[in-house]
T-cell receptor, first 115, second 114 residues
Framework: DTGVSQNPRHKITKRGQNVTFRCDPISEHNRLYWYRQTLGQGPEFLTY????????KSRLLSDRFSAERPKGSFSTLEIQRTEQGDSAMYLCAILEAGANTGELFFGEGSRLTVL | AQSVAQPEDQVNVAEGNPLTVKCTYS??????LFWYVQYPNRGLQFLLK??????LVKGSYGFEAEFNKSQTSFHLKKPSALVSDSALYFC????????????FGSGTRLQVQP
């Protein structure tokens, strides 16, 4: 157990629909990251929060994607007007508390299938 | 910019034999290097990291990795492979400390045959 819970674990949707994923760290961690992983590839960085502030966004994060961390605890990732190319595993990760040199701890991921 | 290369899509090894999974990196500063393992339909599990100090680092499940600055490599090794080690392995790098995200390689599938 990495201390990161993600929901839903699997979402199947039709093209054009909106979807939202949620990430809940069990305990307080300042830094929270979202990654996307497509089949056969390594995780790709999407965005990063320090507390409630979104400090960095990848160019992969198109304007259809939005992420929030309203109270500095849980985070949501919303995809609007989904496309088939959005089909992927969306991974949430937290940085080991208080450690600039630390590793990321990942949740189990939310798999999105866009039909 | 930071980047990682894993030159092998798949590595096959017989159970009981030593295994090596290769990784090379590119950073402008001091590299912080990590190995993760992923089992089917699961998230990534941390195996080990190199930040500074001894070039040979030991991690979970009997894995170790050797940092080689001159060759910019961080190969994952295990003296005796188990069938249960079969999984997808990812190398990752961060250019120094701080908030920057990890950059991952494309992964290497390790297949250990009984």
């Amino acid at each position: 157990d990495t201390g990161v819970s993600q929901n839903p674990r699997h979402k199947i949707t039709k093209r054009g629909q909106n979807v939202t994923f949620r990430c809940d760290p069990i305990s307080e961690h300042n830094r929270l990251y979202w990654y996307r992983q497509t089949l056969g590839q390594g995780p790709e960085f999407l965005t990063y929060f320090q507390n409630e502030a979104q400090l960095e966004k990848s160019r992969l994060l198109s304007d259809r994607f939005s992420a929030e961390r309203p109270k500095g605890s849980f985070s949501t990732l919303e995809i609007q007007r989904t496309e088939q190319g959005d089909s992927a595993m969306y991974l949430c990760a937290i940085l080991e508390a208080g450690a600039n040199t630390g590793e990321l701890f990942f949740g189990e991921g939310s798999r999105l299938t866009v039909l | 910019a930071q980047s990682v290369a894993q030159p092998e899509d798949q590595v096959n090894v017989a159970e009981g034999n030593p295994l090596t999974v290769k990784c090379t990196y590119s950073v402008s500063g001091n590299p912080y290097l990590f190995w993760y393992v992923q089992y089917p339909n699961r998230g990534l599990q941390f195996l080990l990291k190199y930040i500074t100090g001894d070039n040979l680092v030991k991690g979970s499940y009997g894995f170790e990795a050797e940092f080689n600055k001159s060759q910019t490599s961080f190969h994952l090794k295990k003296p005796s492979a188990l069938v249960s080690d079969s999984a997808l392995y990812f190398c990752a790098v961060r250019d120094g400390p701080g908030r920057r995200a990890l950059t991952f390689g494309s992964g290497t599938r390790l297949q250990v045959q009984p």
